[in-house]
């Protein structure tokens, strides 16, 4: 198994709140992402890294924001938690781009924003 | 109509059968891959594929990249099997992968 470790594991938090994920890897893979699960909407992409401090956004980026300041950590950050963003947050890395390296993920943070 | 498209939705068999996954896409692509997603969550990697066959244990994945159609295989399917297996796709970006629905397999024993 790939060495990804994603804190919080469940998290409930109120709207308005700040919140942060924490994703660390012991790969030393270049590549990290951070991805939410949503019933009928698959696996979306927020946001990506592809090395220290140069990030990128997804798909889904609106509401979030990301930081690598470590090969070993991508940290996602919700400024002021919606409802809209309770989700599945997958952490994801790989060695070299997606278009010709696997990709492992982490074990998921469920965000519940009440 | 999305770019990948994954059949069966939902597929129940006996423990024993012979399992077909069958993903095709509408782009060109550089890979693509197979993931399983058991209840609870977790997603592994099984197949990153940019042409012909590999095979890991009773998986074996195939793609045919002029039919733009990758099949995943599961022989001597056991319950343990039951999960929700993706197909996702490269296309033009090196750091998006386009996603497929999933396949919900269902292994009765």
């Known amino acids: 198994d790939a060495g990804i470790t994603q804190s919080p594991r469940h998290k409930v938090t109120e709207t308005g709140t700040p919140v942060t994920l924490r994703c660390h890897q012991t790969?030393?893979?270049?590549?990290m992402y951070w991805y939410r699960q949503d019933p009928g909407h698959g696996l979306r992409l927020i946001h990506y890294s592809y090395g220290v401090k140069d990030t990128d956004k997804g798909e889904v980026s609106d509401g979030y924001s990301v930081s690598r300041s470590k090969t070993e950590d991508f940290l996602l950050t919700l400024e002021s938690a919606t409802s809209s963003q309770t989700s599945v947050y997958f952490c994801?890395?790989?060695?070299?781009?997606?278009?010709?390296?696997?990709?492992?993920f982490g074990e998921g943070s469920w965000l519940t924003v009440v | 109509k999305n770019e990948v498209e994954q059949s069966p939705q939902n597929l129940t068999a006996q423990e024993g059968e012979f399992i077909t996954i069958n993903c095709s896409y509408s782009?060109?692509?550089?890979?693509l891959h197979w993931l399983q997603q058991h209840p609870g969550g977790g997603i592994v990697s099984l197949f990153m594929l940019s042409s012909g066959k590999k095979k890991h244990g009773r998986l074996i994945a195939t793609i045919n990249i002029q039919e733009k159609h990758s099949s995943l295989h599961i022989t001597a399917s056991h319950p343990r099997d039951s999960a929700v297996y993706i197909c996702?796709?490269?296309?033009?970006?090196?750091?998006?992968?386009?996603w497929g629905a999933g396949t919900k397999l269902i292994i009765k024993p």
């Open positions: 782009v060109g692509i550089s890979a």
């Open positions: 994801a890395i790989s060695s070299g781009t997606v278009s010709g390296n696997t990709i492992y």
């Open positions: 790969e030393n893979h270049r590549y």
């Open positions: 996702a796709v490269s296309g033009d970006s090196n750091y998006q992968l386009i």
